[in-house]
């Protein structure tokens, strides 16, 4: 079954893909290399993003929002029980939890949601 | 270099029964794996080829991770082909589920129908993954090391040619365009 957090690493990875597109150095360099855009074809991932955005619980939702809109990336990895975005220690059992059942849990600190990284 | 600072009890023991210990790889061959060599892709299309080689990479990755990590790689080419042409293509992204730059390497002899900027089939893919937060900044400094490989044609013929990943790491250093 998907967890809500893979929904919300989807979306995340859609926002990831749209700023880039909307990065024009980011574009120039990749294309520098041989890679194709296509920015007529962004709609197609908006579309995909609000499909996948209905899935998810709407004050879930508008947090994720609101930390995308302060910080940029919402979802943070974990690394060594600290959470990347403030550096501030996350409980054990939480790490267990995301890490195993992939739960939704947000840093006390900072609010950001955390993501165990293999 | 993608090798793991702290190591978990698990990886300590699949590492233990990796016997004998080969020197740790340098340059461009240190973001690849013989686990994610795969010299015969079965695929025909694009999409199957995607699943094969995340297949190899969610067996460090994780399995529960598997379709993350395709629709991922879908997203982009939504936006555009990494079909970078004479036969060879590059797929990649930044994402949380990986801790390091890793490539999967994979080879079709038959060639793969990818929707290339030439429209040729593909017989080369490299498929990069790299952390969300590239700290080290990696990411796009390898993908240009790989177009730059690749350009020459010797390269890829030889990239054609190799059978073992030993004569892969071997292909890797070769001079470039
Ligand atoms: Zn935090």
């Not at chain 1, 929904?7 to 980011?26: A, F, G, K, M, T």
């Not at chain 2, 990886?11 to 020197?23: D, E, L, Q």
């Not at chain 2, 589920?97 to 080369?124: C, K, Q, W």
Request: contains cysteine; proline residues 5%; aromatic residues 6%.
């Amino acid at each position: 079954m998907e967890a809500t957090l893979q929904i919300l690493l989807e979306i995340q990875h859609i926002d990831q893909r749209l700023s880039e597109l909307d990065n024009p150095e980011h574009v120039l360099q990749f294309e520098k290399l041989g890679f194709q855009w296509q920015p007529e074809h962004r709609q197609q991932l908006i579309e995909l993003r609000a499909k996948r955005a209905a899935q998810i619980d709407a004050e879930l939702l508008a947090h994720y929002q609101g930390l995308k809109e302060r910080y940029g990336a919402a979802i943070v990895p974990i690394d060594g029980g600290i959470c990347l975005g403030c550096f501030m220690m996350i409980p054990t059992a939480w790490v267990q939890d995301i890490r195993q059942s992939l739960s939704v849990k947000t840093c006390g600190h900072c609010g950001r949601i955390l993501f165990w990284v293999g | 270099m993608p090798t793991t600072k702290k190591t978990s009890s698990k990886s300590a023991k699949s590492a233990a029964a990796k016997a004998p210990a080969k020197p740790a790889l340098t340059g461009l061959a240190a973001y690849f794996d013989e686990a994610l060599f795969l010299p015969e892709l079965k695929s025909k299309n694009k999409a199957e080829a995607f699943e094969e080689m995340v297949d190899a990479l969610c067996a460090t990755l994780g399995k529960q991770h598997k379709q993350t990590l395709l629709s991922m790689l879908h997203h982009r080419e939504m936006l555009g082909t990494t079909g970078i042409g004479r036969g060879v293509a590059i797929p990649h992204g930044r994402t949380l589920l990986t801790r390091h730059l890793r490539v999967v390497f994979g080879r079709s002899n038959t060639g793969i129908d990818y929707g290339a900027r030439d429209s040729e089939p593909v017989n080369l893919i490299f498929l990069v993954v790299a952390p969300f937060q590239d700290r080290g900044n990696v990411y796009l400094p390898t993908l240009g090391k790989l177009v730059e490989l690749v350009r020459a044609k010797p390269n890829r013929d030889k990239l054609m040619e190799i059978e073992t990943f030993d004569q892969f790491v071997e292909a890797l250093s070769a001079p470039t365009a």
